[in-house]
């Protein structure tokens, strides 16, 4: 069993930056491959970004290429998401969740699940 937290959500400016993290409390946190997802109100949870239990590999939705970056302390066991240009659309409520296999966007291979952190940006 594994718990994680997320952390380092708030309230933004569109085109400023907030910088997510995830800490997870399994001692196998190495082991596996790690996601970010978000729901927005009225809206279906959606794929964010993930990245394989390395570090190596790395994925995103089209919407953040090029402005979101995941990233992974195994020595931490923690997971992060940094955002950059943000803009309204992005608010959300971000969730981290552990992958069970390899790296994915299919949310159900995302075995455990945080309780999420409110990211809001204004216009």
């Known amino acids: 069993q594994v718990q994680l937290v997320e952390s380092g959500g708030g309230l933004v400016q569109a085109g400023g930056s907030l910088k997510l993290s995830c800490a997870a409390s399994?001692?196998?946190?190495?082991?596996?491959?790690m996601g970010w997802f978000r729901q927005a109100p009225g809206t279906e949870r959606e794929f964010v970004a993930t990245?394989?239990?390395?570090?190596?590999?790395?994925a995103y939705t089209d919407s953040v290429k090029g402005r979101f970056t995941i990233s992974r302390d195994n020595a931490k066991a923690t997971v992060y998401l940094q955002m950059n240009s943000l803009k309204p659309e992005d608010t959300a409520v971000y969730y981290c969740?552990?992958?069970?296999?390899?790296?994915?966007?299919?949310?159900?291979?995302?075995?455990?699940w945080g309780q999420g952190t409110q990211v809001t940006v204004s216009s």
């Open positions: 969740a552990r992958g069970r296999y390899g790296p994915t966007r299919d949310e159900t291979d995302f075995d455990s």
């Open positions: 399994g001692r196998a946190f190495s082991r596996y491959a």
């Open positions: 990245i394989s239990a390395s570090g190596n590999s790395a």
